[in-house]
């Protein structure tokens, strides 16, 4: 296919060595859209067949043949592109030219042959992604079955399916396309992980979540299209990074958040270069974002999107890296080794590290003998897309390994690169289980320049603080970043909330429990009864006093009151009745016989009362009541009168005599 534009002016200024250096190096081609890298011969090959096929104007996925030919002379021209969404513009032409099963197994060869055919193939190794389709002639099963059927030819270790999933899709089409990819992949085809892609803009990414957790769960590995244009808000890549993607496409404007999660969780992003530059959303090469990932020594691949319309190929890609500026970014032969097989992350094949390379010279040993070591189209039947029968006992055997000189290149480490250096090392053995999904990235968990160089290097460990890091190539696959990352977002943003709400006011507790003795507190009756008499006693009142009362509940009260009714409780308002104490009772018992030996005494030596004896010679006189008259002086106004009856007058002498016990004993009620 004819490379025009940024990459076929970046070929042109190579050296022939150069040219041939590239074309030699093993490649994995990661990135590439069925549909879109049709190559054009064979797309007006169909042409001409549909519009001559004698079928009504109108075809059945609704294309005049005008309209096709309108986009034919489009792409044959090269599309100028305004913007990406002119991009997607291209797509309902070529769809209707593939909407048969037998045009599209003939696409599909045609572009499976462009990548892997020919004296120098463009990679050693392609994961095609398609988006399953239904037509009036196929279901979205079908669809996926003829394409796996053109990828039986190559066999496992150099092709896999990525099954799209448009952003378009409603959620009955997403699910039938993962049920697809399920179980094709569960019948042992080459449906190595599931893909998010389609016109940037479109689609809500939450509705998503499930089917990629879904997929995660089903062994498949997961790349995103993810911040293709400066127009996705920063949440939906944040969002689409909690999906724990194996690999992103694009990954163009990350902001600073996405791109410490993206650093901290190691994630391969494929650079498709032209495209990004056909597309406008990167203006030059300099602003492009492989530098910053360059800079970050950060995993990439590099790859080519849909050659047909940015007409590129692997090869003018690699052209862009090597080129000298400002046709493209000048690296070194070592570089673009290291750039191209070290630090991708395939989804499907894991490589045998017996077959590692460690530097150029052993890479420049692999290119003269490259026609060698390319690999050959299996030897199984072309059809043969389930697993053979000799294979059981490997059963954790669910991906290809990579071919052999694709392997050799994973892990060869420059001489001299002018890039930030990481070391490799050899962490897989040919006799390793496969690992479902993505492949291990080849350093320690978190990647830390410093922390990388030493630790190959150190081999004494005996200094070694704190926890051992994971051996090399081995990462936290259970740790999610993003989830973790977002929770403790949450959490803060939680807190802030909290603090944000007006306080309800609260009292201390002191304020609301009374201390559990007083003086204050023990004078007062929360009863509220008034006191009846004085205190007897200068004792304290009470020595352990029951508070209860001051912080009883209006229930709490009922329940009391109810209580002390029925008789379960003695009134809390009773005095306790204290026993009287031996001690107490002698002392009374004293008194009296005192008290009874000072009034005979007194008796004794004063005589009776003055009171006893007037009664005694009052008797005497006999009664002027009946004799008198009307009105006598002395008989009504004297102490006998008529003024105070006899009861009155008792009553009053009686009190008087006992006037002086009421002073006579001290407080305690005892003799002074
Ligand atoms: C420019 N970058 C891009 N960004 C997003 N999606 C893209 C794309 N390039 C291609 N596609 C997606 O791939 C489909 C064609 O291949 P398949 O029909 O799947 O084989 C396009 O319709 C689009 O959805």
Redesign the pocket.
Known sequence: MAIAGPAGEALRSLTEDQVKFIKTLPKAELHA?????IPISVLQDLAREYVSSGAPPVSETGLSNEAIQAAMNRLLDGPTLDE?SH??TL?PA??AL?STPEALARATRAVLSEFLDGEYPQCTYLEL???P?ETLTMSREKYVRVVLGELARYGVQRVGLVV?L???MGEDVLRECLDVAKKLKGEGEPVVGVDL????MAGDMASFQKYFEEAKSAGLGVTL?IA?TVNNPASETLQLLSFSPDRL??ATFLDDVAKKLVAEQNTCVEI?LT??LL?KTVPTLDDHHINHYLRENHPIAICT??ILP?RTSLVGEYALLMAQPPLGFGMSEDELIQVGTRDIVLIGPELPSHLHKQNKEEQEDDIDKITSIRPVIPSEPLNATKPADDEEDDEDDYVPALPPDMVAMRSAGPSNSVLPTSTQSSSNSSTSKRVVGPSLPSYPPTYDPMFHSSYAEDDDDDDDFGPKPLPAGVRHAETDAVKEFMEREERRRKEAEEAAKPKALKRDEWMLVPPTSSDLLGNLDPTKLKARQFSRSTAPAVKKQDNSLWTETPAERQQRLADEVSGKKRRAADPKVEEESDERKRRRMDEDVIRKGVDEYTQKRRGPALMAQHAASGKAEPSKDKEGGIWDHSRDMSLGGRLMDDEKRGKLVREAAGLGDRFGTAKSGGFL
């Open positions: 859209h069925l549909n879109g890298s990406i991009f997607f797509f070529i769809y593939t992604r398609s988006t389709k799209s448009d952003r378009r892609c389609g016109d940037p299209h293709e496409g694009h498709c495209s990004n597309c999107d849909d940015f």
